[in-house]
């Protein structure tokens, strides 16, 4: 089993940046595939973007596509989301998921996926 901590969330305007951490714990970090998901008020929790294990193969929703970028040091059992150009719409709170498998397998529903953080709170004004 992982144990996940996210953090980095907090207030930026429209058009900033803000980069999450999602820290991990145990010996097998690099045995799972990572996700970010994040769910507003009143709405689904849906998918942000996934990395494979080692780190070389990522995958993004449309929504985040070329504003986000997630990234993994395994070395430091830890994953970064870096998000750019951020919008009113990204508002949410943002959760770190891990699964012991591999990116290709993984899916985007996240009852696929067993283990998550917390959360960390993204708020972005316009």
């Known amino acids: 089993q992982v144990q996940l901590v996210e953090s980095g969330g907090g207030l930026v305007q429209a058009g900033g940046s803000l980069r999450l951490s999602c820290a991990a714990s145990g010996r097998t970090f690099s045995s799972y595939t990572i996700g970010w998901f994040r769910q507003a008020q009143g709405k689904e929790r849906e998918f942000v973007a996934a990395i494979s294990r080692i780190g070389g193969n990522a995958y993004y929703a449309d929504s985040v596509k070329g504003r986000f970028t997630i990234s993994r040091d395994n070395a430091k059992n830890t994953v970064y989301l870096q998000m750019n150009s951020l919008k009113p719409e990204d508002t949410a709170v943002y959760y770190c998921?891990?699964?012991?498998?591999?990116?290709?397998?993984?899916?985007?529903?996240?009852?696929?996926?067993?283990?998550w953080g917390k959360g960390t709170l993204v708020t972005v004004s316009s």
């Open positions: 998921a891990a699964v012991p498998s591999s990116l290709t397998t993984a899916q985007t529903r996240d009852r696929y996926w067993p283990y």
